[in-house]
């Protein structure tokens, strides 16, 4: 009993010596450490980039000039970097899509003190957005009319619309409501659709779009804002040679890119 009561005894003043010798500057370091895991957590959190933007997936300018190359749909582009939005397309090789942006109505690339005019989302922006992308489906503008557009519009017979442009609205029970179809003819007497939001309560920005075909792969396509459609004509024709000048002269995989649209 004696032994056993010194061996407790022992432990015990072993333990009471450990807490003794325990540094009283651990607790204090452990708060001090917590806080600055949460300070840099709420810094990184609020001022940091985002995953996206370090994989180069949210939109970002360069004022750049240098050309990369690209092959959309066995297109070869050589695209002006200040055109491009996007970090992790200008890599260059072979891509499914490429995507650019530009001030109307001269299709000025981005520069140092056009920030304001880029990030410009109102109704009156000048910015228009276009890509060039490889399609698996491609449909020239008359059978995108007949085999999509028609089922969903409300009559077949068009009323006037801006700019020597004809006008098709669509039904309200189907996904195109609040939506109008305009059909044109361009400089070389091809079918040009166009489908533009129309103002309302939810859409105090509208946006006019266009599809065409640049090949049998390829397609080009382009927004802007409803505003600037009295001038779908020369946008139409500045854009499309704009793209062409990005193509190279020597054709890849025999395809030099001539617009089928």
């Known amino acids: 009993m004696a032994r056993g009561s010194r061996n407790r005894g022992r432990s015990g003043q072993a333990d009471d010596e450990l807490v003794r010798e325990r540094p009283a500057w651990i607790i204090p370091a452990l708060v001090f450490v917590g806080v600055l895991t949460f300070s840099g957590a709420f810094l990184y959190y609020y001022f940091g980039p985002t ?33 491009t939005r ?44 276009f890509s060039l992308s490889e399609t698996a489906t491609p449909l020239n503008a008359a059978r995108r009319l007949k085999d999509i557009y028609s ?7 068009p009323k006037a619309g801006p700019a020597g442009l004809q006008l098709f609205t669509f039904r309200a ?27 309302g309560p939810l859409v105090e920005s509208p946006n006019c779009s266009r599809s065409l075909l640049l090949g049998p792969e390829l397609e080009l396509s382009y927004r802007y804002k409803r505003d600037h459609l009295d001038e779908w004509y020369e946008i139409d024709q500045a854009l499309t040679a704009l793209v062409a000048g990005f193509e190279t002269i020597e054709p890849t995989d025999d395809l030099q890119g001539t617009i089928l649209d």
């Open 173 to 199: 029970n189907t996904g195109y409501a609040n939506q109008d179809l305009l059909v044109g003819k361009d400089k070389e007497e091809r079918m040009v659709l166009i489908v533009c939001d129309r103002a």
């Open 86 to 129: 996007y970090p992790s397309q200008r890599g260059g090789g072979r891509r499914s899509q490429v995507d650019m942006h530009a001030l109307l109505p001269g299709l000025r690339p981005y520069e140092t003190g056009l920030q304001e005019e880029f990030g410009d989302h109102s109704a009156e922006s000048d910015v228009i957005f």
């Open 51 to 83: 995953p996206a933007e370090l994989l180069g997936l949210d939109p970002r300018a360069s004022e750049r000039a240098s050309r990369i190359e690209a092959i959309v749909g066995d297109t070869r582009f050589l695209i002006p970097e200040h055109y």
């Open 151 to 157: 089922k969903y519009l409300e009559t077949m017979e």
